[in-house]
């Protein structure tokens, strides 16, 4: 009888893996940010990336970050948990974890606090100092969702596609 491989990924690694997966899919040139909504007993619900609503072309809507707000990107780019809420289709996502690729605005932190997702794994809190983060954080702390920062592993993982 066989002994089972002991070198197989984590729950946290595969599923943070399949958010930054997700992240790659951005059209987005300077950030691309990737997120996987996942249920209690580790089922994938939903993803999703930072990019325009349907419709709305990747290649006339403005992709600029600075100049007046009707010519950049912050008035048009829907964020990746938003995004990954929206594409899913189940029914509730009460008690769902999150995985995402950068730590959620508060825009963001109000759509997860209504959805019902209980806990937030991020790889990165660049902004953590900004406005918007701050508020996110007290929004999050005040309803009870919990969040962490997930541990790199080191572990490299290439692929041919």
């Known amino acids: 009888m066989s002994e089972k491989r002991t070198d ?6 595969y ?19 990737g997120a996987c909504i996942v249920s209690g007993d580790n089922k994938i619900l939903s993803m999703g990336y930072n990019g325009f609503p349907k419709g709305c072309s990747d290649d006339e809507f403005p992709w600029n970050r600075e100049g007046d707000p009707l010519e950049n990107k ?5 964020h ?8 899913y289709r189940g029914g509730s996502l009460e008690g ?6 950068l730590f959620p605005c508060n825009e963001c932190a109000k759509a997860i606090i209504q959805a ?8 990165n809190d660049k902004y953590g100092n900004t406005q918007r983060v701050i508020a996110s954080k007290r929004m999050l702390n005040a309803s009870g ?3 962490y920062e997930y541990t790199p592993t080191g572990r490299k993982i290439e692929m041919e596609l």
């Open 8 to 13: 197989y990924i984590s729950w946290d690694e």
């Open 15 to 33: 599923f943070m893996g399949v958010a930054m997966l997700s992240g790659m899919r951005s059209k987005d040139p300077n950030t691309q940010v």
């Open 74 to 78: 912050y008035f048009y780019t829907t």
């Open 80 to 87: 990746s948990e938003l995004n990954a809420i929206l594409n």
């Open 96 to 101: 769902a974890k999150l995985y995402v690729t």
């Open 116 to 123: 019902g997702i209980k806990t937030i794994v991020y790889a």
């Open 145 to 147: 969702v919990r969040y």
